[in-house]
T-cell receptor, first 113, second 109 residues
Framework: NAGVTQTPKFRILKIGQSMTLQCTQD?????MYWYRQDPGMGLKLIYY???????DKGEVPNGYNVSRSTTEDFPLRLELAAPSQTSVYFC????????????FGPGTRLTVT | GEDVEQSLFLSVREGDSSVINCTYT??????LYWYKQEPGAGLQLLTY?????DMKQDQRLTVLLNKKDKHLSLRIADTQTGDSAIYFC?????????FGPGTRLSVLP
C-alpha cells in the first residue's frame, strides 16, 4: 500500500490564482481530512469527509472547497488564493474516524505571493 | 473555544530524559494524543491515552494525565538524537481535533 499520497509537494501561487491539492489513499478508508499547519502552530482542520459524497466543515473552512466523489480521493480546492493561505497542508485518512487511527500524507507546502 | 498549549522549545542532552508538557481546556476530551513530526514529514502517532486513564507506558515513552488540572505530559527516557523532532499534543472529544502548537525537542550530544 502507498498509504496517503499528496501532490504537489511544493507550489507557489500568485494572489487570486486557483489550484487543487490532490489527496489519494489506497487503504479503503471511509474518513478523510484536510489540515493546515501554519509556522509555529498546531494543525487546524479545514474540511473532513465521512464517506464518498459526504463532506463537512472543520475549524477553518473559509476560502476552501472539497469534494469526495470516490472513496480514494479527497481534493482540496483554493479558488482565489490569498497570502493568508500560505501554509503546509496535510491530508489524512482513517477507517473509523478516530484520530489515533489517522494516517497522514507527507504534506503540500503552499506559498501565496 | 477549545485550546491546547505547549511550550515551544526543549533541549536535552543525549541519554537524559525529556519531559514535554501540554495543557488543554476541553473537559469533554475523550482521547489525548502525542504526535511526532520530523522535518519534511507528516505526523506520526506516538501514543494516545483515554481520558479515564492516568498513565500509559510504551517502551521509552510514558504518558501522564492529570485530568483535574487538564495537564498531559510525555516523558521520553534515554533520549537519543533520533528523537529530535516537533512533538504535538492533541485532544479530541468527537470529530473536532485540536492540536497544540508543538514543542521542538533538540537533543544535544
Amino acid at each position: 500500500n502507498a498509504g496517503v499520497t499528496q501532490t504537489p509537494k511544493f507550489r507557489i501561487l500568485k494572489i487570486g490564482q486557483s489550484m487543487t491539492l490532490q489527496c489519494t489513499q489506497d487503504m479503503n478508508h471511509n474518513y478523510m481530512y484536510w489540515y493546515r499547519q501554519d509556522p509555529g502552530m498546531g494543525l487546524k482542520l479545514i474540511y473532513y469527509s465521512v464517506g464518498a459524497g459526504i463532506t463537512d466543515k472543520g475549524e477553518v473552512p473559509n476560502g476552501y472547497n472539497v469534494s469526495r466523489s470516490t472513496t480514494e480521493d479527497f481534493p482540496l480546492r483554493l479558488e482565489l488564493a490569498a497570502p493568508s493561505q500560505t501554509s503546509v497542508y496535510f491530508c489524512a485518512s482513517s477507517y473509523r474516524g478516530t484520530i489515533h487511527e489517522q494516517y497522514f500524507g507527507p504534506g503540500t507546502r503552499l506559498t501565496v505571493t | 473555544g477549545e485550546d491546547v498549549e505547549q511550550s515551544l522549545f526543549l533541549s536535552v542532552r543525549e541519554g537524559d530524559s525529556s519531559v514535554i508538557n501540554c495543557t488543554y481546556t476541553d473537559s469533554s476530551s475523550t482521547y489525548l494524543y502525542w504526535y511526532k513530526q520530523e522535518p519534511g514529514a507528516g505526523l506520526q502517532l506516538l501514543t494516545y491515552i483515554f481520558s479515564n486513564m492516568d498513565m500509559k507506558q510504551d517502551q521509552r515513552l510514558t504518558v501522564l494525565l492529570n485530568k483535574k488540572d487538564k495537564h498531559l505530559s510525555l516523558r521520553i527516557a534515554d533520549t537519543q538524537t533520533g528523537d529530535s523532532a516537533i512533538y504535538f499534543c492533541a485532544e479530541s472529544g468527537g470529530q473536532n481535533f485540536v492540536f497544540g502548537p508543538g514543542t521542538r525537542l533538540s537533543v544535544l550530544p
